[in-house]
Nanobody, 127 residues
Framework: QVQLVESGGGLVQAGGSLGLSCVVSGFSVNDFSIGWFRQVPGKEREGVSC????????YYADSVKGRFTISRDNTKNTVYLHLNNLRPEDTAVYYCAATEAPFLGINWYRYKEYLYWGQGAQVTVSS
């Protein structure tokens, strides 16, 4: 059974840091591209970052580049998103998602490319 479970969200002050984890079961994270998305009420789900299947190429939205870091631990079948220098506009529910699409590449931010989703983790950044 495929399952993605996020953890690590919470409340933090602007400028602070948080770490999100996405624990995967049912497949190997090395065989799927894993993306992180976020969503606020009334807005479309936004691609934040992605780590590509096999070669581990990483992608970031311009809004988080230099502040967020995605990584993968194949031994723990877990993908991480480390959020630094957080801003109030980073407040959202963060989701991890997985796709087996072989040539995701520059389309990594398209949420419709992803088949499996976690339940989400709330990140709230106070000013």
């Amino acid at each position: 059974q495929v399952q993605l479970v996020e953890s690590g969200g919470g409340l933090v002050q602007a400028g602070g840091s948080l770490g999100l984890s996405c624990v995967v079961s049912g497949f190997s994270v090395n065989d799927f591209s894993i993306g992180w998305f976020r969503q606020v009420p009334g807005k479309e789900r936004e691609g934040v970052s992605c780590i590509g299947r096999r070669d581990g190429t990483t992608y970031y939205a311009d809004s988080v580049k230099g502040r967020f870091t995605i990584s993968r631990d194949n031994t723990k079948n877990t993908v991480y998103l480390h959020l630094n220098n957080l801003r109030p506009e980073d407040t959202a529910v963060y989701y991890c998602a997985a796709t087996e699409a072989p040539f995701l590449g520059i389309n990594w931010y398209r949420y419709k490319e992803y088949l499996y989703w976690g339940q989400g983790a709330q990140v709230t950044v106070s000013s």
